[in-house]
């Protein structure tokens, strides 16, 4: 059974760095994780579920939510089937759960997140 399984959320104090992490397993990622495009979503409390970074399979196109960009990176390792999410310069609009995403044509997997919480 394929499963998409986030860690690294936690609390942190405005100004603060978190580095997530999005492990693939099963067999759909067996061999073939490096032709899925990743990315990571959030929702904050209250709010719809928002883009938040993208990577292509390559690893070469990267995307990030404007309110992101400059301050968060989205990488991936295929040999290890993982994809992470470096967060710096944290703010308290940061607040959400992160949910990790593969996609590949009209196959879409989603992980159940992990929640970041950012103090002021």
């Known amino acids: 059974q394929e499963q998409l399984v986030e860690s690294g959320g936690g609390l942190v104090q405005a100004g603060g760095s978190l580095r997530l992490s999005c492990a693939a397993s099963?067999?759909?990622?067996?061999?073939?994780?490096?032709?899925?495009?990743m990315g990571w979503f959030r929702q904050a409390p209250g709010k719809e579920r928002e883009f938040t970074a993208a990577?292509?399979?390559?690893?070469?196109?990267?995307y990030y939510a404007d309110s992101v960009k400059g301050r968060f990176t989205i990488s991936r390792d295929n040999a290890k089937n993982t994809v992470y999410l470096q967060m710096n310069s944290l703010k308290p609009e940061d607040t959400a759960v992160y949910y990790c995403?593969?996609?590949?044509?009209?196959?879409?997997?989603w992980g159940k997140g992990t929640l970041v919480t950012v103090s002021s």
């Open positions: 995403n593969a996609v590949l044509f009209a196959v879409d997997y």
């Open positions: 990577i292509s399979w390559s690893g070469v196109g990267t």
């Open positions: 099963g067999g759909a990622f067996r061999g073939a994780f490096n032709t899925y495009a």
